[in-house]
């Protein structure tokens, strides 16, 4: 297995770690850890990129290991009570979508790649719930506004805007008019 799988195996098994750090109130060891979980997902694609080291294993499992670390998060925030529910359904929706959308093509013959705004899309999840996990930090050095959750908007926002691009580059497919 090459390093850019590895790291993302690492990634998938870091997530049982975060859950119980979070959920056993330790919420900066939980940010923390997150954040590197997440700078693995950048980390894996670099080196996959660079070295020619791209599979169909880590076609499959980098998006994977990021929708679960992502999910993972949100759900315990929901939990917790740190994250409103609605905004966990919109998020996890638009993912199983995608993922209807892509196995469906996939099933015809037609490659569905990551656009840039799906892209985005996991950078500000990511970025958002590591802000609220390290509990507004370092935002609230300065001040009381809640960015994590402004970012979570945000992130929402780009969520179904990239859902709604998705679906509408590939509506052929999704109206079953491909293959």
């Known amino acids: ?17 975060f859950i119980v750090l979070l959920l056993n109130g330790m919420p900066y060891a939980a940010g923390i850890l997150f954040i590197v979980a997440s ?17 169909n294993f880590g076609k499959i499992m980098d998006p994977l290991a990021d929708k679960l670390l992502v999910a993972s998060a ?7 009570g740190q994250v409103p529910g609605w ?3 919109v998020i996890l929706g638009r993912e199983f979508l995608i993922t209807g959308l892509r196995t469906v093509a996939a099933d015809k013959g037609v490659i569905i790649a990551a656009g840039t705004s ?23 050095i300065f001040t009381d506004v809640p960015f994590g959750i402004i970012l979570l908007w945000l992130a929402v926002i780009v969520t179904i ?3 709604i691009e998705y679906v509408v580059k590939s509506k052929d497919v999704f ?4 293959g």
């Open 1 to 17: 297995m090459n390093l850019p799988n590895q790291l993302t195996m690492l990634r998938i098994l870091m997530i049982p770690i």
């Open 39 to 55: 700078l693995t997902d950048a980390l894996d694609g670099h080196i996959a990129r660079s070295r020619g080291q791209i599979t």
């Open 87 to 89: 905004m966990v359904i």
């Open 118 to 140: 799906g892209k985005v899309k996991t950078v500000l999840q990511m970025i958002a719930i590591s802000v609220i996990l390290l509990q507004n930090w370092p935002f609230s």
């Open 74 to 80: 949100l759900i315990c925030l929901v939990e917790l």
């Open 175 to 178: 109206l079953g008019k491909k």
């Open 161 to 163: 805007y990239s859902g």
